[in-house]
């Protein structure tokens, strides 16, 4: 396939060179004879100026450096003397590997930043199909959690290394495929398994989701789980680089399985080795799905998503990634996220494990930390730790959130447009001030369609209230039921579905019971009673932690929180 002879030569030569960062030269350079050939390199648009300004003038005729740009990179002219110089510089200045690449043509060159193999179309879907997706996303986002995130980047980075030779890299691959096996117990669907590479020991881990309906169709999501120390000192947390991506995509992989969410094409889920040294198990992977002849729908890959280093919350790169699935990125994200601010960057080179993929003709989004000059600066050295992170994942929350979405949308929700049932979702029954004035309760659908529940009855152990005609629980959605119309809206800035609809709630020993208009009990919640030790004090109110998910009427799907209504 085109590009691929291109990347070899690129990845091959990175593994030559001796400078500490893979990728700071790539591309062959002829040494032979006594003048100094041109070459072509490539680098992203924002550090263009000051690569301009360092090189100086290309000759005496003031022709511009930059012959061309595309995608959000440039091809600039250079002697091949001034290449060693420009490494360093780079190093110095922006203190990262990487960041150019040098080409041995013109042709080479451009190809590198115009080519888009991986920009294949997405053929739409008939509607019908898509009638359950937006509840079932909408359901599961609340789901992600970031403490698990930040549990999975603490057990990767304490490995003392991961890099892809040691004996701690694998000890860490082994300890991802006992995770991702915890998490898929019971499911006869999901396979997790080592996928070995025959040049080093490390291997990478991979689980499936086997699609309901096209089972043959592959969307895959992934990040590296190997780490490099470039910079001196003994480890290699990587808590970053990439424990950060791998912990962003295990816990989207939780939430969907916890959920139970059928899908309609197999799900991917991958952690590459030896990224950090050339993208080689990416690569390996790629290669041998492409040569298999794999359908796949798209592939993203998450490297670096904890360091807050920009204005931006997610920044999409724009090179070696597919420009129509990255502008449907961003669709996605304003609808299901509109809080983000998403902007766009290149890495200006093959800089992660999207790379192989995009050369190999397959769809690739890269949904990154920050702008790039503006990164994460402790990368690839053993200050790369969750400390420096702040002990905080509220960053890669937001990496985890657009992931469930993507993957959700790119895989197809299969058979939701069946109903699902109503449930209680969060009571508020211990109001702050005037008692019965912010009690609320809300309802929740766990269905692709609206469910009608007029004439239905919420009652407590007082007194009962019935909700009006045609009053409907929107599809994954929630109903927000208030005691008292102004008291709510005064209490929480917003109005409630409807009001008049909760019976006095006492602030001990309750039940409250929903009955569907045949009187059938639907479903029970107590609190502050036998079996039901649960308190929510004034301002609280008790909510069941996954409305989605099963259902066991117990005390334990519920917990404590600032009362906040949908
Ligand atoms: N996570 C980095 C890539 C990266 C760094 C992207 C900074 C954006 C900003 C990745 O793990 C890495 O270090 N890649 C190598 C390239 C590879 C071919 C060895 C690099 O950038 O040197
Ligand atoms: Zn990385």
């Not at 657009?402 to 109503?422: H, I």
Request: proline letters at 5%.
């Amino acid at each position: 396939m085109r590009g691929r002879g291109h990347l070899a030569v690129v990845l091959g030569a990175a593994l030559t060179l001796s400078f500490a960062c893979g990728s700071t030269v790539v591309g062959e350079v002829d040494d032979e004879g006594g003048d100094d050939p041109t070459v072509w390199l490539t680098v992203g648009d924002p550090v263009v100026p000051a690569v301009d300004d360092f090189l100086g003038p290309f000759s005496d005729d003031g022709r511009s450096r930059v012959v061309d740009s595309a995608n959000g990179a440039s091809v600039l002219l250079a002697h091949e003397s001034e290449l060693k110089p420009l490494a360093a510089w780079f190093h110095d200045t922006f203190h990262r590997c990487g960041g150019f690449a040098t080409h041995e043509s013109l042709e080479a060159a451009v190809d590198a930043i115009t080519a888009q193999p991986g920009d294949t179309g997405q053929p739409d879907e008939p509607a019908g199909l898509l009638a359950g997706e937006p509840a079932a996303i909408k359901r599961m986002l609340p789901a992600i959690d970031k403490t698990r995130i930040l549990a999975t980047i603490m057990g990767l980075s304490s490995f003392s290394t991961r890099y892809y030779t040691s004996s701690t890299g694998v000890d860490a691959a082994n300890w991802l495929r006992d995770r991702w096996t915890q998490l898929a117990a019971g499911r006869s669907d999901v396979t997790v398994a080592l996928f070995p590479h025959a040049g080093w020991a490390q291997p990478s881990v991979m689980m499936t989701i086997r699609g309901q309906d096209l089972p043959d169709e592959y969307v895959v999501i992934g990040g590296h789980l190997d780490s490099i120390n470039v910079t001196g000192g003994t480890t290699a947390p990587g808590a970053d680089d990439d424990a950060s991506g791998v912990a962003t995509l295990t816990e989207v992989a939780r939430v969907i399985l916890a959920d139970g969410v059928k899908l309609r094409r197999s799900v991917v889920f991958i952690g590459y080795a030896a990224e950090e040294v050339g993208l080689r198990g990416s690569n390996e992977i790629a290669d041998q799905w492409a040569a298999e002849s794999r359908n796949v729908r798209g592939v993203m890959q998450l490297d670096m998503t904890d360091y807050k280093g920009s204005a931006a919350d997610i920044v999409l790169f724009t090179d070696y990634t597919s420009a129509t699935m990255t502008d449907a990125l961003q669709n996605l994200a304003g609808n299901y996220l509109p809080e983000l601010v998403i902007s766009r960057d290149a890495c200006g080179y093959a800089c992660s494990d999207h790379a192989p993929w995009f050369q190999n003709g397959f769809p690739t989004v890269l949904p990154f930390e920050s702008q790039m000059e503006e990164y994460n600066p402790n990368i690839h050295s053993s200050g790369d730790t969750l400390a420096f992170l702040g002990n905080s994942t509220d960053h890669a929350l937001k990496f985890a959130r657009l992931g469930l979405a993507w993957v959700v949308q790119q895989a197809r929700v299969f058979g939701t447009t069946a109903p699902g049932v109503v449930r209680i979702a969060q009571v508020a029954y211990d109001a702050p001030g005037v008692e019965g004035y912010g009690e609320f309760v809300e309802l929740y659908n766990t269905g692709g369609a609206a469910i009608d529940v007029g004439g239905w009855t919420l009652s407590d152990n007082l007194q009962s209230r019935t909700l009006r005609a045609g009053t409907q629980v929107p599809a994954g959605g929630w109903l927000t039921l208030a005691r008292n119309a102004d008291g709510f809206t005064a209490l929480y800035g917003q109005a409630p579905d409807l009001a008049r609809s909760v019976p006095p709630l006492a602030n001990t020993a309750d039940t409250l019971t929903l009955r569907n208009a045949s009187s059938t009990v639907v479903d029970q919640v107590s609190w502050e009673t036998t079996g039901w030790q649960i308190t929510a004090g004034p301002g609280q109110s008790i909510i069941r932690t996954s409305p989605g998910g099963a259902d066991s009427n117990t005390v334990s799907d519920w917990s404590v929180v600032t009362a906040d209504p949908h």
